[in-house]
């Protein structure tokens, strides 16, 4: 039900842009946001956008990461900034709302030099 695209390996201080497409009666109807595991860590969340455009993120991401949706394409977006070794991790598109409650793959972003 969840596409999740865009990761790969980057230098510190680069960037990525992680995609989420999904079908329309979800993502219409269901906050979207981004989680990520670290090895050896629990999956924490990174950001998090509702219908209306409001948004949260997580304390180590504010301010480095824009998380964004584009109603047309039923897709969000993660937009990383200044990426840092410590944001290496599995990153994972989440939906939850009246819609269900659904998980995208994963997609792995490595920050190393």
């Known amino acids: 039900q969840l596409q999740a695209s865009g990761g790969g390996l980057v230098q510190p201080g680069g960037s990525l842009r992680l995609s989420c497409a999904t079908s329309?009666?979800?993502?219409?109807?269901?906050?979207m946001s981004w989680y990520r595991q670290a090895p050896g860590k629990q999956r924490e969340l990174v950001a998090v956008?509702?219908?209306?455009?409001?948004?949260n993120y997580g304390a180590s991401v504010k301010g480095r990461f824009t998380i964004s949706r584009d109603n047309a394409k039923n897709t969000v977006y993660l937009h990383m900034n200044n990426l840092q070794p410590e944001d290496t991790a599995v990153y994972y598109c989440?939906?939850?709302?009246?819609?269900?409650?659904?998980w995208g793959q994963g997609t792995e972003v490595t920050v190393s030099s």
């Open positions: 329309g009666s979800i993502f219409s109807r269901n906050a």
């Open positions: 989440n939906s939850v709302g009246p819609a269900g409650n659904y």
């Open positions: 956008i509702v219908g209306g455009g409001g948004t």
